[in-house]
T-cell receptor
Framework: DAGVIQSPRHEVTEMGQEVTLRCKPI?????LFWYRQTMMRGLELLIY????????DSGMPEDRFSAKMPNASFSTLKIQPSEPRDSAVYFC?????????????FGNGTRLTVT | QKEVEQNSGPLSVPEGAIASLNCTYS??????FFWYRQYSGKSPELIMS????GDKEDGRFTAQLNKASQYVSLLIRDSQPSDSATYLC??????????FGQGTRLTINP
């Protein structure tokens, strides 16, 4: 089991640039979640997918953020244009099925710094 | 009121003692409750889950749930320095959405 794989591990970019974060969920998991973690706000759910379909994107901060899941093994989170307040650690997580008692398995995260 | 509330700490406990971590939640219909541990610079990892009222034990860890009081706790017996980490309480909202508390930073002093 390779676990949830995220790339890149670190991203430093300038304000106004486009940023794309990538995630490969655990094989066989049909739910995928994007979280953002900061000291001030803790771990916030941005969006989640079931069977590649976005279910709840109410946590996406604004239109600058978008997420896609073109197939069961890949998802992206894009920020365009990026701003310094987007600096955070972004985690992707997956779970086995769409039920209330499925725990999440987290990737190692992408640390984003926007200068 | 925050959806999931935890005392941010830091909580300092001597080695070998019991560490007690607490969490309250606002959504009365929540069904699933989890405790995650997060070491500095690492991702959260699941350590306990609990779904019904009462206690659930796993090794040195005991999770306690009281749905009437909307309260979840985690006890760590015989605390070790390796238990020093941030502990995140997570509660389901609706079918699958998992909401996290801010986390409690725990330090075990040798």
């Amino acid at each position: 089991d390779a676990g949830v794989i995220q790339s890149p591990r670190h991203e430093v970019t300038e304000m106004g640039q486009e940023v794309t974060l990538r995630c490969k969920p655990i094989s066989g998991h049909n739910s995928l979640f994007w979280y953002r973690q900061t000291m001030m706000r803790g771990l916030e759910l941005l969006i989640y997918f079931n069977n590649n379909v976005p279910i709840d994107d109410s946590g996406m901060p604004e239109d600058r953020f978008s997420a896609k899941m073109p197939n069961a093994s890949f998802s992206t989170l894009k920020i365009q244009p990026s701003e310094p307040r987007d600096s955070a650690v972004y985690f992707c997580a997956s779970s086995t099925r769409s039920s209330y008692n499925s725990p999440l398995h987290f990737g190692n995260g992408t640390r984003l710094t926007v200068t | 009121q925050k959806e999931v509330e935890q005392n941010s700490g830091p909580l300092s406990v001597p080695e070998g003692a019991i560490a007690s971590l607490n969490c309250t939640y606002s959504d009365r219909v929540s069904q699933s409750f989890f405790w995650y541990r997060q070491y500095s610079g690492k991702s959260p990892e699941l350590i306990m889950s609990i779904y019904s009222n009462g206690d659930k034990e796993d090794g040195r860890f005991t999770a306690q749930l009281n749905k009437a009081s909307q309260y979840v706790s985690l006890l760590i017996r015989d605390s070790q320095p390796s238990d020093s980490a941030t502990y995140l309480c997570a509660v389901t909202q609706g079918a699958q959405k998992l909401v996290f508390g801010q986390g409690t930073r725990l330090t075990i002093n040798p």
